[in-house]
């Protein structure tokens, strides 16, 4: 995770069963997704002008999906920041461990859709910044 940089997070189009009725996005892993999913979350009703997220992870791996709405996720490796704007419910931003991710712009009735690698575990939080660039700059 020292060495993990934000041109390793990409977005994957997801899978679209679309039909006049709607679309449907089924997610399996081993086949769609990049880990096994071991938890799912979701941000919702989110006040405007709110920030989320605001920490990296250890180990976590996450893929994050507008299911609803729109937000901006702003990634950074200690090195380079870039902003990836989720606005489609068939786009998942591939968050890998050692990133710093900066949620924003929360449109109104969005819903972050979070599927994660691992079940909840403070302990791989890194929520200071500055503890976040010394681990990130051991390696550089
Ligand atoms: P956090 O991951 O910091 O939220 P965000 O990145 O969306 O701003 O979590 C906020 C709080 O919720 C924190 O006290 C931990 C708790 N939490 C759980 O108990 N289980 C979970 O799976 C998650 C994601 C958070």
């Not at 390793?8 to 399996?28: D, E, Q």
């Not at 709405?69 to 380079?80: A, E, H, K, M, V």
Request: charged share 20%.
């Amino acid at each position: 995770m020292t060495d993990s940089t934000i041109y390793n997070c990409n977005v994957f189009t997801l899978p679209k069963i679309h039909n006049r009725s709607g679309n449907i996005t089924a997610l399996n892993n081993s086949i769609d997704l990049p880990f096994d999913i071991h938890r799912v979350y979701y941000l919702y009703d989110i006040p405007g002008g709110e920030l989320r997220g605001g920490h990296a992870h250890r180990e976590l791996q996450q893929l994050i999906v507008a299911v609803s709405g729109s937000f901006d996720i702003t990634l950074d490796d200690g090195l380079n920041k870039k902003t990836v704007s989720l606005n489609r419910s068939y786009f998942g931003l591939h968050v890998i461990p050692g990133i710093w991710r900066d949620l924003s712009n929360f449109s109104s009735g969005a819903i972050c859709l979070v599927l994660a690698s691992h079940k909840y575990d403070e302990n791989d939080y890194i929520r200071d910044y500055n503890e976040f660039l010394k681990i990130k700059n051991k390696c550089k």
